[in-house]
């Protein structure tokens, strides 16, 4: 059981997680979700004991992790973001290094160790040095330190982020894999990706936790709608007057899970009905000497919430429900 009470944590004036406070059962695949700097790397370090809370507490199977923190992680293995490697030494190298400071005896830090290479598949890079490793290799190697020790629940920063489409799907039926056996609680600025990997979901917006439940609950109170993310290169205000031109779409907002960059404008669009205005959309835009980087279309229920949730004066969503308190005996 992991339990979360009146978690905050300051940087001066600023209020990076405000006063939150959950319980998450053993057994599941968790996701955190949020957009770029709502507080989830913050959140998932202070659990991990890797940062001190300005207030409030995180206990792990009855362990203060603040109190008693060699204890508390000898239970967790972390992949934080970046993955925090040693470019000099070769993955075998690495991984021992972790056995030992994990105070693993040799013979179990060797036994450990090839049972990981093995599960991770990482047998043709072990004697390779980091620096030559691709980033999905590297993204292999740290979910390989962080089941050294055996851990009983696994933490993971946006295990994906960076990588290639392909490279991100395979990582994910890696972490389908650790779940069969283990608790993973991961963050992801991404609906889709927490639908298709978690059972449960806790939604982070601007440090306050504003959603906590079960997808399939989630789901029953969602109503369905359409949603488009678009990316865009150009001037900003004509992309917004070219799509406030398009009679299909009911309204549009900056997309919340992608990162702000110079020149690159991101959209959330929800349709008035199921029609796919996606080539009117692209055409205009062109059209309008913009350059369209990316568009999808979803109508996956937690897009929609995520994106309803995380509008300016909506209302936080109901708290838990009948699964949820299931899982918090």
Known sequence: MIEVKNLTKRYGNHVAINDISFKLANGKIYGILGSY???????????????????????????????????????????????????????????????????????????????????????DSRNKMIMNLPLQIKKRLGIAQALLGNPEIVFMDEPTSGLAPEDAGEMRD????????????????????????????????????????????????????????????????????????????????????????RGDCHFRLELKDESDPREKIVSNLIAGGCSVVSISLSDSFLDVLFWELTQPNAEPAAQGGPEQEETEE
């Open 37 to 123: 700097h709502s507080g989830k790397t913050t959140l998932l370090n202070m659990m991990t004991g890797c940062s001190s809370p300005s207030e409030g507490n995180v206990n792990i199977n009855g362990f203060d992790i603040s109190k008693d923190p060699i204890r508390t992680k000898k239970i967790i293995g972390f992949l934080p973001d970046p993955v925090p490697l040693y470019p000099e030494m070769t993955a075998f190298e690495f991984l021992s290094f972790v056995a030992r400071a994990k105070g693993l005896a040799v013979d179990q830090a060797y036994r450990q160790i090839a049972e990981v290479i093995e599960f991770v598949q990482l047998d």
């Open 174 to 261: 890696l972490i389908r894999k650790i779940g069969e056996f283990k608790t993973v609680i991961l963050t992801s600025p991404d609906p889709s990706e927490i639908a298709g990997l978690c059972e449960q979901v806790l939604i982070l917006n601007e440090g306050s936790l504003i959603a906590n439940d079960t997808l399939d609950h989630l789901k029953s109170q969602t109503v369905p709608k359409f949603i488009i993310t678009l990316s865009v290169k150009g001037d900003k205000e004509t992309a917004i007057s070219i799509l406030d031109q398009i009679d299909e779409i009911q309204a549009f907002s900056d997309d919340p899970s992608k990162p702000a960059r």
